[in-house]
């Protein structure tokens, strides 16, 4: 059996992997960029390894890609980001993030009253019980809440945060999303880790696995152009082939990207309901320093201008060169715009405030700067995950093919959705080809 899978991030490279351990198949990863990883590319650039995505692990422990590293002999390191450096700036004022017993404790962002209160509701989700997950939207919970304005404010902020979003979209993420999110991330106990060596350190393992199958190919700057079906089979043309044949495609790529690929086609109306879905953007403010200019925490996130900044190098000292620091600044957007103006003025101001956070933690940045990055659009979820939005289940009916990315159904938000989906998709693909006769869809 032929298998093509279009896209080669992370989750295209994870179903890759595992189809790739099975000898019966053979098939091809098609990637349009020069490189592999997708939103998780990962480069060099004079000594410093900088990602296009951040590579946080929200609950490692709990995380697909432990079951990758048993599945797949994965190996690779974390480490956990210091959870006593972790700090939120309200109105200028600086205090620990209430992310476990002891900073709840230490934190002013509650008083002793909404701290016992906190700590009942972090019980409760961690017993499955908590209410949220009876509501539409957390917005709709917190109405209805008799909590302090602390205490919803600090939930709004734990979910901007987690799913990289602002204030009003995080009012709109639906209740059971949450609370299954924070059952997972509150019973963790690594919270927030970094892979050591970035994201590259898993893409070239998966890359190597795929590559290590002689009837696997990797065809790089081939961007899949139109899928046919013809007597069964699927016809695809890619920029430099007319027509190459595969009995399976996998869809590796962001939603909006798979409804294009298959518009004017007969299952383009299959995609409707998707294809309006919003995706999550952030601006991006990377900046690598030879020497460490200051590190009065290891992640502060300013609950004022909702954004934040990781002292990347604090944690993973592999991306710097000795002695060097990394930092990563990351500013949640909002998207509803009345014309091209507004929203260039509001993305002059979220730099201003950007720089402003920098200049406050790290007086004389701006000489030490060796490297550079600045993305004023990165998506970091291609749906982004609100109740008015649907995320692409992996298969659909009446549509012959599977789908995965960080868009699609899957265990988790953002990699971990990736990375799940991938996984599941392959397994789904290895069941039928072990039992054909018992796989319907
Ligand atoms: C700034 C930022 C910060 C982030 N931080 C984190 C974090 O800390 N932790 C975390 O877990 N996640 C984080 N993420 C999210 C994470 O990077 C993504 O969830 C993940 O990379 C998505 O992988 P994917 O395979 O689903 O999609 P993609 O990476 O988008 O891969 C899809 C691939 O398909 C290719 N493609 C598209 N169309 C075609 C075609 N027609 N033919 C061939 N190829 C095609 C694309 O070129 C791309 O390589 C972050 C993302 C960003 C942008």
Redesign the pocket.
């Known amino acids: 059996m032929k298998i093509a899978i279009?896209?080669?991030?992370?989750?295209?490279l994870t179903a890759a992997a595992y189809l790739s351990e099975n000898r019966e198949l053979e098939g091809t990863v098609?990637?349009?960029?020069p490189q592999?990883?997708?939103?998780?590319f990962t480069y060099q650039k004079s000594g410093f390894t900088l990602n296009?995505?951040?590579?946080?692990?929200?609950g490692i422990d709990r995380h697909t890609l432990h079951h990758m590293e048993e599945d797949l002999g994965l190996v690779f390191e974390s480490k956990q980001v210091d959870k006593r450096k972790v700090v939120y700036a309200k109105k200028d004022h600086l205090t620990p993030a209430p992310l476990d017993f002891v900073n709840i404790m230490k934190t002013d962002v509650l008083t002793a009253m909404e701290k016992v209160r906190f700590v009942g509701e972090i019980a409760a989700i961690i017993g499955n019980v908590h209410h949220l997950k009876n509501y539409a939207t957390l917005g709709d919970y917190l109405d209805q809440s008799h909590a302090a304005g602390d205490v919803k404010e600090l939930w709004q902020h734990l979910v901007c945060s987690n799913f990289?979003i602002t204030p009003s979209d995080a009012r709109k993420v639906s209740g059971e999303v949450i609370a299954v999110y924070y059952h997972n991330l509150f019973l963790s106990s690594k919270p927030v880790n970094y892979i050591l060596g970035s994201w590259a350190t898993i893409t070239d393992q998966l890359q190597d696995k795929i590559d290590h199958n002689e009837k696997w190919n990797i065809a790089l700057k081939?961007?899949?152009?139109t899928i046919v079906m013809e007597n069964g089979k699927f016809i695809l043309k890619t920029k430099n082939h007319e027509a190459l044949v595969f009995d399976k495609v996998v869809i590796?790529?962001?939603v909006q990207?798979a409804v294009k690929?298959l518009e004017n086609t007969e299952w383009a109306v299959h995609l409707d309901p998707y294809k309006d879905n919003t995706s999550t953007e952030?601006m991006?403010y990377d900046l690598g320093f030879k020497e460490v200019v200051a590190r009065p925490f290891h992640y502060i996130s300013d609950m004022t201008n909702k954004m934040f900044i990781s002292d990347v190098s604090a944690t993973d000292y592999t991306v710097v060169p000795e002695g060097g620091q990394l930092l990563q600044g990351?500013a949640y957007l909002k998207d509803d715009f009345q014309d091209e103006e507004e929203r260039k003025a509001y993305m002059d101001k979220k730099t201003e405030n950007m720089e402003g956070l920098f200049d406050k933690y790290y007086p004389g940045w701006r000489e030490a700067v060796e490297v550079k990055r600045v993305?004023k659009k990165?998506?970091?979820?291609?749906v982004k995950n609100i109740s008015t939005n649907r995320l692409l289940p992996n298969r659909l009916p009446e549509v012959p093919f599977y789908f995965?990315?960080?868009?699609c159904v899957g265990k988790g938000?953002?990699?971990?959705?990736?990375f799940s989906s991938?996984r599941k998709v392959a397994l789904k693909l290895l069941n039928q080809l072990i039992k054909p006769e018992q796989v319907t869809s």
């Not at 296009?52 to 929200?58: F, L, Q, S, V």
């Open positions: 279009i896209g080669g991030g992370l989750a295209g098609f990637e349009r960029s592999l990883g997708g939103r998780a296009y995505g951040a590579h946080a692990i929200y990289f081939e961007p899949v152009e590796a790529t962001p990207q690929l952030v991006v990351i993305s990165a998506m970091v979820s291609s995965c990315g960080d868009g938000e953002l990699a971990e959705r990736a991938g």
